[in-house]
C-alpha cells in the first residue's frame, strides 16, 4: 500500500513567487492534515481537513495561505506571494479515522530566496 | 493549551549505550502522547504512542516510554544504542477531544558514535 505522497520533495521559489504544494493521502483516509517546520522551529499545525471539509484551519499563518482539498482525495497548499519567512519543511499526514495513527509524508522543502 | 518541551536539542551517545531522550508536556486534558522518529531525507514514523492504557509502552526498534502524570513526563529511552538509531526524535501530544492535531516538541537529534 502506498504511504503519503507529497511533491515535490524540494522547491526553491524567488520572494513574491507563488508555489503549490501538493499532497496525496493514504487510500480512504478521511482526515488529511497539513504540518510547517520552520528552520530550527518546531513541527507546527497548519489545517486538518476532514474529507473535503476544513475541520479545523487554525494554524494557517496568513491569508497568503489557501489549501484545498477538491473531492476529498488529494490536498494542495498554495502559497501565494511567497515570502521569505515562508522557508521550511511542509508536512502532509494522513490517518483513516480520528484518534488513530497518522501516517506521515516526507515533507516538501521550500526555499524562498 | 498543549505544549510540548524537550530537553536537549542534540543528544550524544556511544554506541551499546543507553539512550534517554526526555519529554514534558503541559495539557489541560489528559492527552495522548507520541513520539516520532525521522531518519534522513525520510517523513516521520511514529516510534510509539500513550493512549491511556498502559503507563510504559513499548514501540518499534526496541524503544520504549514511560507516562507519569506526577511529573507531566513521557521520556524516551533504550537500553542499547545502535548506529541506526541516529535520527532526530519528536515527542507529540493530542488532545485527545480535538481529534489528531498534535503539538509537538522542538525535537532531539540522537547521534551515535562508534
Known amino acids: 500500500e502506498a504511504g503519503v505522497t507529497q511533491f515535490p520533495s524540494h522547491s526553491v521559489i524567488e520572494k513574491g513567487q507563488t508555489v503549490t504544494l501538493r499532497c496525496d493521502p493514504i487510500?480512504?483516509?478521511?482526515?488529511l492534515y497539513w504540518y510547517r517546520r520552520v528552520m530550527g522551529k518546531e513541527i507546527k499545525f497548519l489545517l486538518h481537513f476532514v474529507k473535503e471539509s476544513k475541520q479545523d484551519e487554525s494554524g494557517m499563518p496568513n491569508n497568503r495561505f489557501l489549501a484545498e482539498r477538491t473531492g476529498g482525495t488529494y490536498s494542495t497548499l498554495k502559497v501565494q506571494p511567497a515570502e521569505l519567512e515562508d522557508s521550511g519543511v511542509y508536512f502532509c499526514?494522513?490517518?483513516?479515522?480520528?484518534?488513530?495513527?497518522?501516517?506521515f509524508g516526507q515533507g516538501t522543502r521550500l526555499t524562498v530566496v | 493549551a498543549q505544549s510540548v518541551t524537550q530537553l536537549g536539542s542534540h543528544v550524544s551517545v556511544s554506541e551499546g549505550a543507553l539512550v534517554l531522550l526526555r519529554c514534558n508536556y503541559s495539557?489541560?486534558?489528559?492527552?495522548?502522547l507520541f513520539w516520532y522518529v525521522q531518519y534522513p531525507n525520510q517523513g516521520l514514523q511514529l516510534l510509539l504512542k500513550?493512549?491511556?492504557?498502559?503507563?510504559l509502552v513499548k514501540g518499534i526498534n526496541g524503544f520504549e516510554a514511560e507516562f507519569k502524570k506526577s511529573e507531566t513526563s513521557f521520556h524516551l529511552t533504550k537500553p542499547s544504542a545502535h548506529m541506526s538509531d541516529a535520527a532526530e526524535y519528536f515527542c507529540?501530544?493530542?488532545?485527545?477531544?480535538?481529534?489528531?492535531?498534535?503539538?509537538f516538541g522542538g525535537g532531539t537529534r540522537l547521534m551515535v558514535k562508534p
Open positions: 495539557s489541560s486534558v489528559p492527552p495522548y
Open positions: 507529540a501530544v493530542s488532545d485527545r477531544n480535538a481529534g489528531n492535531m498534535l503539538t
Open positions: 500513550y493512549t491511556s492504557a498502559a503507563t
Open positions: 487510500s480512504g483516509h478521511d482526515n
Open positions: 499526514a494522513s490517518s483513516q479515522e480520528l484518534r488513530t495513527e497518522a501516517f
